[in-house]
DNA sequence: ACTCCATAATTGACGTATCAATTGAATGAT
DNA sequence: ATCATTCAATTGATACGTCAATTATGGAGT
């Protein structure tokens, strides 16, 4: 009845299982989801970046940029606008308001991490970002 | 311009990063979801299975459940029929075909798996399988 | 028997990710 | 100067997951 699976085979189930629950709760918790909290947080840092940047530093699809950033938009978090010097691209800001609210969200965000992390020392989350590192060049050109 | 994330913080990143590239990558490798190889593979094992059960075993919604199952059962990879005594359960069960079928995804997957920790050693599985345990157990009343 | 509650499965609404195809704008080669 | 390529962004199709509400059944308690 309960199967064998070994610690390699388990990994994957793991891993999905736990993405699966942190997405909800991460809005929950912090009243935005992790993908428009990433995309705020680089903008936040980053101030002014066209669009295929932040593609690659929060790597997900363009696609779905494209629509984060519509709805960003139509919040009132972010503005766009098309450079003169190359019509194709667009380059996205924090809008005040967005630069006021984001910072709420970074303690959210700040208090589930802990959460989630509350037992792991220093060490051991240097270890799993490895290992997470590692998994995600194993797997690149598949 | 860069910024500075300590390690807690970006575990969550690593984290997703690495799930929205195995998931489609799972699939083109072994030909399957890796939620639907989750189900045929418990089935696999489990000879005969309520829904519910299966649910909590693959830790999924019901209602995915539901709809992956409903699809398994158009490709003739299952069979569901209520069961007399309780008309409120339906078992789920491999049909021949199935499991027929799903041998070459175990393959398929063992190869996949085998690649994304090719370079881990049991030790290192047990420590990540172990972390990832307690990530989702800090979660679980979130 | 009848009402009340619990449970299993389903459906609907929604959010988010992927991929493939498209649009529109630069750029390079002949 | 023009044609082909390349690139940024967008759109459409599809898949998967959540939550909330619904349907249908079963089991108590009175």
């Known amino acids: ?12 189930h793991l891993l999905k299982g736990l993405n699966n629950q942190i ?3 991460f ?3 912090t009243g935005i989801s ?14 002014e970046v066209n669009q295929s940047n932040l593609q690659k530093a929060v790597n997900i699809d363009s696609a779905a940029i494209t629509r984060h950033l519509k709805q960003l938009e139509a919040d009132g978090m972010v503005t766009r606008s098309k450079i003169p010097s190359d019509n194709r691209v667009t380059l996205v800001r924090l809008t005040e308001e967005g630069r006021k609210r984001i910072i709420g969200y ?9 959460q989630m992390l509350n037992d ?9 970002s490895n290992m997470l590192r590692r998994m995600q060049t194993n797997i690149r050109e598949l």
Chains 1, 2 share one sequence.
């Open 106 to 114: 970074k303690e959210e965000k700040a208090a589930f991490v802990n």
């Open 120 to 128: 792991f020392s220093e060490e051991e989350l240097s270890i799993l």
């Open 27 to 29: 809005e929950r918790c």
């Open 34 to 47: 992790s993908s428009r909290y990433e995309l705020l947080h680089h903008l936040y840092h980053a101030d």
């Open 1 to 12: 009845m309960t199967c064998l699976l070994t610690d390699q085979e388990q990994i994957l």
């Open 23 to 25: 997405s909800p709760k």
